[in-house]
């Protein structure tokens, strides 16, 4: 069945660093992807999206294109702020519709 | 709008007993799905809906559980009876189902404790 596999956490990293967290899927069809934040004690806020190959989805500096070869999302960001530690979740929404997370990566950055 | 709205916030019940929880989803909106978050199994699809109709339920860990949509507006997720291992953060999410690559909005959970 279709599935979502990220890295796992915890990443440390210094405020100014770069980020990358790996995102890889298993879908039949042609699924959207999608990047999902949740900041402690909050339900899940949508950070970016991507619904073709090589489309690119952006936001607050966040970046993630949609590798069909690779079946690859990966999330970057250039410089990372204390503001962004918080859990990231990588999911796809299938042909059927069923909306599918990974397991969640957790991101602290120290100032 | 308001958002998708779960009550309660927060939910403290004793072992055996049932546990009701409620999803008001984003009006408009004609797809409802319950996840449950754990620290060991992370972020588990139990159930969605389209147009109110359970379209996959394999996600149900048993029997215990059961959902209902009786209409657009209104969603419930009942445990009966409540064990120990039910214990985890439940949230309902709602999206828009005729275009697929649309996002899902989540409400803000509701943490359940069973005792």
């Known amino acids: 069945g279709d599935s979502v596999t990220q890295m796992e956490g915890p990443v440390t990293l210094s405020e100014e660093a770069f980020l990358t967290i790996n995102c890889t899927y298993t879908?039949?069809?042609?699924?959207?992807l999608f990047w999902y934040v949740q900041y402690p004690g909050e339900g899940l806020q949508l950070l970016l999206k991507?619904?073709?190959?090589?489309d690119k989805g952006s936001n607050k500096g966040f970046e993630a294109t949609y590798r069909k070869e690779t079946t690859s999302f990966h999330l970057e960001k250039g410089s990372v702020q204390v503001s962004d530690s918080a859990v990231y979740f990588c999911?796809?929404?299938?042909?059927?519709?069923?909306?599918?997370f990974g397991t969640g990566t957790r991101l602290q950055v120290f100032p | 709008d308001a958002g998708v709205i779960q009550s309660p916030r927060h939910e403290v019940t004793e072992m055996g007993q049932e546990v009701t929880l409620r999803c008001k989803p984003i009006s408009g909106h004609n797809s409802l799905f319950w996840y449950r978050q754990t620290m060991m199994r992370g972020l588990e699809l139990l159930i969605y809906f389209n147009n109110n109709v359970p379209i996959d339920d394999s996600g149900m860990p048993e029997d215990r559980f059961s959902a209902k949509m009786p209409n657009a507006s209104f969603s419930t997720l009942k445990i009966q009876p409540s064990e120990p291992r039910d214990s985890a953060v439940y949230f309902c999410a709602s999206s828009w189902v005729q275009v697929q690559n649309t996002e899902a909005f989540f409400g803000q959970g509701t943490r359940l404790t069973v005792v």
């Open positions: 879908a039949t069809g042609y699924p959207s």
């Open positions: 991507a619904t073709k190959a090589d």
């Open positions: 999911a796809l929404r299938s042909n059927t519709d069923k909306l599918i």
